[in-house]
Structure formats: structure tokens, C-alpha cells
């Protein structure tokens, strides 16, 4: 059977051009072949230290505005607010507790030593006022981020409306705070 199908193969043209092709096989070129980059070693140059910004002008690139053209919305204003009360309010803990830590007295001594300065009740408010401030503002504001975790209230206009809403309570739970 073997040599039958190999018998009506050498009859076809087909063996005829592949044994035509054998010679013109051994004398091509591949086009990798032909395309092979030489290799030449170079001593390594570590990168040059440039400024970012004088790199920026050496390249004519343009300064992007950023801040220059931004206008500041509520949303932006608040939220760093937030934040930077929370450091605030990390800045208390981390003083007290280094405080406890670190004074010899208790702290009636200390509360005593203030109330020797004889300083005016308005002082004493407005010191008070400002110590809670941090405290009132992250607490109303972390009721409206909770409030926004049942995804309600998120759209632009009620967006705004609980931020002022929520200034609002933050100056009451400081007032009433520094009142104590």
C-alpha cells in the first residue's frame, strides 16, 4: 500500500517541486538573518541627578496649573477639613497619653496651675472652644459620612445641604462642649 501511495506521488508533480525546492531551500536567507544588530559594549554611565522641575524646563515642557486654576468647592474643603481634624484629634490622644506618661503630677495639679493664672472666663471659653472645635467638626461630619454609608443624601444638592447643616451642628457641639 506503502509504496503504491508513494508510486502515484512520483507520478504527480508534487515530489517533482519538492525535490526542485531542496537546492533553493540550502541556499536562503532568513530575514532574522539578515537583520541581526551587532553588539557593541558601552562602560555604564549611572543616570544624571536632575531636578524634576529643571528637567521640566531643559524639555520645554509646560507647568501644569494644579492649584492655580482650581476653585475650591465645599466638598474638597470639607473633607480636608475632616481630615486634618482627625490628625488634630490624634495630636490630644498622643499628648495626653505621653503627658500621663511623662509628668509627675495627676492632672488636678495641673487643671489647678490654670485656674492660678486667674485667667478672664472669656479666655477660658474661647480656649476651651478651640480645644473642642476639632472634636465637635469630626464628630458631626462622621455622622454625615455615616448617613452617606446607607447610601442616601449623595447627591449634589443634598451633598451641600447636609455640609452646611452639618457646619451647623459642629458649631453647636463645639459651643456647647466649651461651655462645660
Given at each position: 500500500?506503502n509504496?503504491?501511495?508513494?508510486?502515484?506521488?512520483?507520478?504527480?508533480?508534487?515530489?517533482?517541486?519538492?525535490?526542485?525546492?531542496?537546492?533553493?531551500?540550502?541556499?536562503?536567507?532568513?530575514?532574522q538573518?539578515?537583520t541581526?544588530?551587532?553588539?557593541?559594549?558601552?562602560?555604564?554611565?549611572?543616570?544624571?541627578?536632575?531636578?524634576?522641575?529643571l528637567?521640566?524646563?531643559?524639555?520645554?515642557?509646560?507647568?501644569?496649573?494644579?492649584l492655580?486654576?482650581?476653585?475650591?468647592?465645599?466638598?474638597?474643603?470639607?473633607?480636608?477639613?475632616?481630615?486634618?481634624?482627625?490628625?488634630?484629634?490624634?495630636?490630644?490622644?498622643?499628648?495626653?497619653?505621653?503627658g500621663?506618661?511623662?509628668?509627675?503630677?495627676?492632672?488636678?495639679?495641673?487643671?489647678?496651675?490654670?485656674?492660678?493664672?486667674n485667667?478672664?472666663?472669656a479666655?477660658i471659653?474661647?480656649a476651651?472652644?478651640?480645644?473642642?472645635?476639632?472634636?465637635?467638626?469630626?464628630?458631626?461630619?462622621?455622622?454625615?459620612?455615616?448617613?452617606w454609608?446607607?447610601a442616601?443624601?449623595?447627591?449634589?444638592?443634598?451633598?451641600?445641604?447636609?455640609?452646611?447643616?452639618?457646619?451647623?451642628?459642629a458649631?453647636?457641639?463645639?459651643?456647647f462642649?466649651?461651655?462645660?
Amino acid at each position: 500500500m506503502n509504496f503504491y501511495c508513494c508510486a502515484r506521488l512520483s507520478n504527480k508533480s508534487l515530489l517533482g517541486s519538492l525535490a526542485k525546492l531542496r537546492p533553493a531551500l540550502r541556499t536562503a536567507q532568513y530575514a532574522q538573518s539578515a537583520t541581526v544588530p551587532k553588539i557593541s559594549f558601552k562602560p555604564y554611565e549611572p543616570p544624571k541627578d536632575e531636578h524634576f522641575d529643571l528637567k521640566n524646563e531643559r524639555l520645554n515642557r509646560p507647568m501644569s496649573p494644579h492649584l492655580t486654576i482650581y476653585k475650591p468647592q465645599l466638598t474638597s474643603l470639607l473633607s480636608v477639613t475632616h481630615r486634618a481634624a482627625g490628625m488634630i484629634l490624634s495630636g490630644y490622644i498622643t499628648a495626653l497619653g505621653v503627658g500621663a506618661l511623662v509628668l509627675p503630677n495627676d492632672v488636678a495639679h495641673y487643671v489647678t496651675m490654670i485656674e492660678g493664672l486667674n485667667l478672664s472666663p472669656a479666655t477660658i471659653f474661647l480656649a476651651k472652644a478651640c480645644l473642642a472645635a476639632p472634636l465637635g467638626y469630626h464628630f458631626a461630619n462622621g455622622i454625615r459620612h455615616l448617613y452617606w454609608d446607607t447610601a442616601k443624601g449623595l447627591t449634589i444638592k443634598e451633598v451641600y445641604s447636609t455640609g452646611y447643616a452639618m457646619l451647623a451642628g459642629a458649631v453647636a457641639i463645639s459651643l456647647f462642649l466649651a461651655a462645660l
